[in-house]
T-cell receptor, first 109, second 115 residues
Framework: GQQLNQSPQSMFIQEGEDVSMNCTSS?????WLWYKQDPGEGPVLLIA?????ELTSNGRLTAQFGITRKDSFLNISASIPSDVGIYFC?????????FGSGTRLLVRP | GAGVSQSPRYKVAKRGQDVALRCDPI?????LFWYQQALGQGPEFLTY????????KSGLPSDRFFAERPEGSVSTLKIQRTQQEDSAVYLC?????????????FGPGTRLTVT
């Protein structure tokens, strides 16, 4: 079945640093979504991407839909403590979402 | 707020018991999804409703799992004769349209622990 490879699995960063994470797939997706999940909560939608090559920003977050439709990256600029959490990429397989295994972000104050 | 709500937030069941998990989607959202999330993993698709019609139940792990959305709004996921491997967080998501690949908004989840 379809699988998403998300990397890195986890990362420690210093507050104020920029962060980059990415997802790759063996299959083409028509939509890429990025979510953040805090402990004990459901995933919260951060950015939605619908067109190959699309670059979209949401505050300090920027995400791009790869031109091959098989990858996407998420950048966080000037990280702050509340950025801690697990970030998931998801691609659409028809109507349902296929999720990566997540990138756990830990910020040193 | 006007987000997706789920109840109960936590459920402990003894092996063999039946459980029912409720999802209230965002008002007016056509599509409703159930996902299962194991510890340390991303959510995995269980089933999909468009209004009251269950269009895909291919992700349900066994015939002990049953979902319904009789009036096209609230949905219930029922698990019969629970087993320890059913322990997970069950997430509900809704989407405004039936458009393929449209944004899905998640509820807080129900954490099920089977002892």
């Amino acid at each position: 079945g379809q699988q998403l490879n998300q990397s890195p699995q986890s990362m420690f960063i210093q507050e104020g640093e920029d962060v980059s994470m990415n997802c790759t797939s063996s299959s083409i997706f028509n939509t890429w979504l990025w979510y953040k999940q805090d402990p004990g909560e459901g995933p919260v939608l951060l950015i939605a991407l619908y067109k190959a090559g699309e670059l979209t920003s949401n505050g300090r977050l920027t995400a791009q839909f790869g031109i091959t439709r098989k990858d996407s990256f998420l950048n966080i600029s000037a990280s702050i403590p509340s950025d801690v959490g697990i970030y998931f990429c998801a691609g659409d397989s028809s109507y349902k979402l296929i999720f990566g295994s997540g990138t756990r972000l830990l910020v040193r104050p | 707020g006007a987000g997706v709500s789920q109840s109960p937030r936590y459920k402990v069941a003894k092996r063999g018991q039946d459980v029912a998990l409720r999802c209230d989607p965002i008002s007016g959202h056509v599509s409703l999804f159930w996902y299962q999330q194991a510890l340390g993993q991303g959510p995995e698709f269980l089933t999909y409703f468009q209004n009251e019609a269950q269009l895909d139940k291919s992700g349900l792990p066994s015939d002990r799992f049953f979902a319904e959305r009789p009036e096209g709004s609230v949905s219930t996921l029922k698990i019969q004769r629970t087993q320890q491997e059913d322990s997970a967080v069950y997430l509900c998501a809704s989407s405004l349209t039936a458009r393929i690949g449209y944004e899905q908004y998640f509820g807080p989840g129900t954490r099920l622990t089977v002892t």
